[in-house]
């Protein structure tokens, strides 16, 4: 017969060993920090004037406008500023160290934009800027002659702190068409001239004025002069009793007005600053035909800019 022996073990061994069948673990935390930097602009998507060429209007100004987009990854709220020029390139839109000269550099301070992308904050990345120019009527033509090979270029600048970035509108050919344009002085009066006389040696002024950006001469013509003008039912003065000259002349040294243009070589450069004007004097006199009707007879004489 077999027989076997039963052990108790005490509670408090029991209660050790299950101190041993967990994992004590204790927490503990690590900072974290990051300097997020600063993201140099993007600009992009410049366009100036719809990628339409310039027409001036004489002797005052037009304006045009260019638009650019800005991205930046800090936010678009973060961006100081946007600036831009209109300037005279060569063959393709590039460089913009130019400063304004009404001739070949024009400058603009662009404002973002209130139609189009705007800028709405929080995580808002890119924004349009708008550039307004206004380009006066002598700034130089690119359509034709002396710079027809060249172009005008829009760059667009923009800044965030110290970086930057430029913006060409590369894929447009922008052009400053000719203007020939000029004023001349409203009236030729002579005064009273009996019949069979002339005005000898006393001129009448005309000056004519270069109010494009072009160096022109002058066509001139003359209607004939009238008691009832334009009807010129009545007594006629043919246009032939005036003449004209560059200098003082006595009548009869001058040349004869014709009803059909005549070119004249006047003087008149192409204009370099909006401050200083072209000029050139056109002197005048008449002589009455013996036999001529007594009467106040009036006309008009044309003068049209032709390219010098």
């Keep these: 017969m077999t027989f076997s022996k039963r052990y108790t073990v005490p509670a408090t061994i029991l ?75 060569s063959t393709s839109n590039s460089g913009s160290n130019c400063s304004y000269d009404g001739n070949i550099c024009y400058t603009s301070t662009c404002v973002a934009t209130t139609t189009g992308n705007q800028c709405t904050g929080g995580g808002d ?54 203007l020939n344009a000029l004023n001349v002085t409203s009236s030729i009066a002579y005064g009273t001239v009996p019949a069979n006389t002339d005005t000898g040696s006393t001129n009448q002024t005309t000056t004519v004025t270069n109010t494009g950006n072009n160096a022109l001469d002058t066509e001139i013509s003359g209607d004939d002069m009238c008691t009832d003008y334009p009807g010129c039912s009545g007594s006629t003065m043919q246009s032939e009793q005036q003449e004209y000259s560059l200098n003082s002349f006595t009548y009869g040294a001058g040349t004869d007005l014709t009803n059909s243009a005549v070119t004249v070589e006047t003087v008149l450069a192409k204009p370099t600053a909006t401050t200083s004007a072209v000029t050139d004097d056109v002197l005048w006199g008449i002589g009455v035909p013996n036999g001529q009707t007594a009467g106040s007879y009036t006309g008009q004489n044309t003068f049209t800019a032709v390219n010098d």
Excluded at 17 to 32: E, G, K, R
Excluded at 127 to 148: E, K, L, M
């Design 15 to 89: 209660a050790i060993a299950s101190l041993f069948a967990y994992t004590i673990v204790l927490a503990d935390t690590a900072s974290t920090s990051v300097t997020v930097g600063n993201s140099a602009p993007v600009t992009s998507a410049a366009s100036f004037n719809g990628g339409t060429n310039i027409t001036l209007i004489e002797n005052t100004l037009v304006h045009a406008t260019g638009t650019v987009t800005v991205t930046d990854a800090n936010g678009c709220s973060t961006i100081t500023g946007v600036t831009a020029k209109f300037y005279l390139a």
């Design 125 to 178: 990345t890119s924004v349009q800027y708008d550039c307004g120019f206004a380009v006066w009527y002598n700034t130089t033509a690119t359509d034709s002659g002396t710079w027809a090979t060249s172009i005008w270029s829009f760059a667009a600048t923009s800044t965030d702190g110290s970086a930057s970035h430029v913006a060409t509108n590369t894929a447009q050919t922008i052009e400053v068409n000719t």
